[in-house]
């Protein structure tokens, strides 16, 4: 099978296609034929090295769990759609042709870059909603941090919430959970997605590249940091007295289960979840898919086409 490897850190030009053997699953896993696979931001965190924002103790166990001189895994993805083709020992509520969505954040297996994935059967999977497509599924459970922040941020009917980073994966997602909780939400993201945020449900918009949402004198309930970069000074600045700040590198993936997933899901197959998919490309393009999204211009979800 083909496969994106790299064996040290660095730009996008370590990941190389590489071919190997098929991997069998053991007890408890399944194989899956991979559909299609997601190209996250921390894909490109992992690949890099890029531990910018967390906090000490977090970053060496980040490095104990990656590596410290190369890549203890050397295979991406964080999230797969596709189909069950084998099933180890002991699986049970899935079977052969099942199609399927997994987190592959799920103890840190990741290896969604590839033909074929060996996933839990007992992590974060799903069988895919038959009214969603390989891509919507996934990028529907794109922006599970999101969910996160949101939960952890206890957002309630009538609250003003920020929603910073608005137009990524993670930003898309947290604007329509705000919005379902029904929030009053302020989507902070550059102008010419300004009118992508507004049809996801977005009350208002603020072009970060002509103002700063914290000099304007509202305070909010709540700001949801759907990109990691806004600083603690910031945000305190534009809360309300016992206001929440969360940020999507310390909070946001404190909860990535499979009820987590299966509630995207669900939202998503009943029309209150709107996926958004910016770009898709071929597995054996993963360098260039990594380049646009370390350029940090994406709206909403990147994906691989692994088998089409």
Request: include cysteine; glycine fraction near 12%.
């Amino acid at each position: 099978m083909k496969a994106v490897m790299y064996e040290r850190y660095g730009g996008p030009d370590v990941l190389e296609v590489r071919d190997i053997p098929v991997p069998q699953p053991g007890p408890g896993e399944m194989l899956v034929r991979v559909r299609s696979s997601m190209v996250a931001y921390g894909d490109y965190r992992m690949r890099s090295l890029n531990l910018e924002g967390i906090p000490a103790v977090e970053r060496f166990l980040a490095r104990l769990a990656l590596g410290f001189r190369h890549p203890k895994r050397r295979i991406l993805g964080m999230g797969i759609a596709g189909d069950v083709v084998r099933r180890g020992a002991g699986v049970t509520g899935f079977i052969e042709g099942d199609s399927v969505v997994a987190g592959l954040w799920h103890r840190m297996r990741f290896g969604g870059y590839a033909e074929y994935v060996c996933a839990a059967a007992d992590g974060p999977v799903e069988v895919k909603p038959l009214n969603l497509g390989y891509d919507e599924s996934l990028a529907a459970i794109g922006g599970i941090a999101a969910l996160s922040l949101v939960r952890r941020a206890a957002v309630r009917a009538g609250e003003h919430v920020v929603v910073y980073g608005a137009s990524g994966a993670v930003g898309t997602t947290a604007v329509q959970l705000a919005k379902h909780a029904g929030a009053v939400v302020t989507a902070v993201c550059s102008g010419p997605n300004g009118a992508m945020v507004r049809a996801l449900g977005a009350d208002r918009v603020v072009d970060y590249t002509k103002e700063d949402f914290t000099d304007s004198g509202e305070r909010y309930d709540a700001v949801l940091d759907a990109v990691g970069k806004l600083t603690a000074a910031k945000s305190t600045r534009a809360l309300k007295p016992n206001g929440r700040s969360l940020s999507v590198l310390t909070n946001g993936h404190a909860s990535s289960g499979r009820p987590e997933m299966s509630y995207l899901l669900s939202l998503a197959q009943h029309g209150a979840l709107t996926p958004v998919i910016d770009r898709t490309y071929p597995l054996e393009r993963a360098a260039e898919a990594h380049r646009y999204v370390e350029s940090g211009r994406k709206r909403g979800n990147v994906l691989l086409h692994c088998d089409r």
